[in-house]
Nanobody, 124 residues
Framework: QVQLVESGGGSVQTGGSLTLSCVVS????????VAWFRQVSGNGREGVAA????????YFANTVKGRFNISQDDGGNTVYLQMNSLQADDTAMYYC?????????????????WGRGTQVTVSP
């Protein structure tokens, strides 16, 4: 059974930083695309960043380029999202995802597995 467990969310002031973690277990492939999406209540899920663990290739949405970084541990089963220069617009529930049709594309309906999410709140 595939499980994704996110952690590291919390409250931070504008300009601050947070690092989220996602632990992936039970996925059949060693090389995989792991992505972060976020969602504000009432809106659809928005792609944020992704990493293909085989080649460590990374992808970022334009809204976070230059501020966020995505990385992995050596085994490729823990993925980190380092978020810097956080803004109020970054406030959302952040979800980890695996089993993505094409890494670096942001289609939530093409994601096979989701975590339960971790809340990030950025206040003035």
């Amino acid at each position: 059974q595939v499980q994704l467990v996110e952690s590291g969310g919390g409250s931070v002031q504008t300009g601050g930083s947070l690092t989220l973690s996602c632990v992936v277990s039970g996925y059949r492939y060693d090389n995989k695309c792991v992505a972060w999406f976020r969602q504000v209540s009432g809106n659809g899920r928005e792609g944020v960043a992704a990493i293909y663990t085989g080649a460590r290739t990374t992808y970022f949405a334009n809204t976070v380029k230059g501020r966020f970084n995505i990385s992995q541990d050596d085994g490729g089963n823990t993925v980190y999202l380092q978020m810097n220069s956080l803004q109020a617009d970054d406030t959302a529930m952040y979800y980890c995802a695996v089993g993505i049709h094409r890494c670096g594309t942001w289609y939530p309906d093409r994601v096979a597995h989701w975590g339960r999410g971790t809340q990030v709140t950025v206040s003035p």
